[in-house]
């Protein structure tokens, strides 16, 4: 925490754990500014200062860095919250908005098809992988190799092992599996579309789909 006054005057700068943190913030006077870097649990920590009284912004975290008195080398929790506290009070930095809870609800949803497609891109190129090893190569799109699969497992006449295809055969369920994900994932963000006011104005100005529209909001 390094905290200073209407002056610049350096008040407090030490260590403090994330309990007593609440606690001191709780001392500060209504409206004081309390600033943070943009990063995991920023959001989350900005709500519960604004239930408080208290001024809370988000900066972003590459902009900080310029205002760490020694650059890179003095790099540690003590500087940057020198840095953040110092970069607060430029008023060009503009802080990031802080998103509602419902928000990052919904940002949670994107992120988790983003990583469902991410491990299925994954698993269809590891399983093209193995097939050619086997000298078994299949049309580069991902429909013809799930359709084609099934038939290359129950044939006896290419050189696939019986463990080998039993793997593949799960590999072919867990592909499923992550295809559902998926679609449970694109049904809640649609629905977020189709319920959202921002998100349904951001669709008609922009000529963009749910997700991108949802994604906007």
């Known amino acids: ?27 500060l006077p209504p409206g004081c500014m309390v600033a943070m870097e943009s990063c995991s649990g920023a959001h989350h920590v900005s709500r519960r200062l ?4 208290l001024d809370a912004r988000v900066l972003p975290a590459q902009h900080v860095g310029a205002y760490r008195v020694a650059g890179k080398r003095s790099k540690n929790d003590a500087t940057d919250a020198a840095a953040i ?28 098809r983003e990583g469902y497609k991410e491990e299925r891109t994954a698993l269809i190129n590891r399983i093209r992988g193995l097939m050619a090893e086997f000298g078994l190569v299949f049309p580069q799109s991902p429909d013809a190799l799930h359709a084609m699969l099934p038939e290359a497992l129950e044939d006896a006449s290419n050189e696939l092992p019986g463990d080998l295809r039993l793997a593949l055969d799960r590999n072919l369920k867990h592909w499923g599996q992550l295809d559902a994900e998926m679609a449970w994932c694109e049904q809640r963000i649609a629905q977020h579309a189709r319920t959202d006011a921002r998100a349904k104005k951001a669709a008609e100005l922009m000529g963009i789909g749910p997700i991108t529209a949802s994604a906007v909001v």
């Open 1 to 27: 925490v390094h905290g200073v006054d209407g002056l610049g005057k350096v008040q407090v700068a030490r260590a403090m754990p994330p309990s007593r943190f609440f606690e001191w913030c709780r001392s």
């Open 50 to 53: 604004a239930l408080l009284g």
């Open 85 to 112: 506290c110092e970069a607060a009070s430029r008023p060009h930095l503009h802080p990031v908005p802080i998103k509602t809870a419902a928000q990052q609800g919904m940002l949670a949803i994107h992120r988790l």
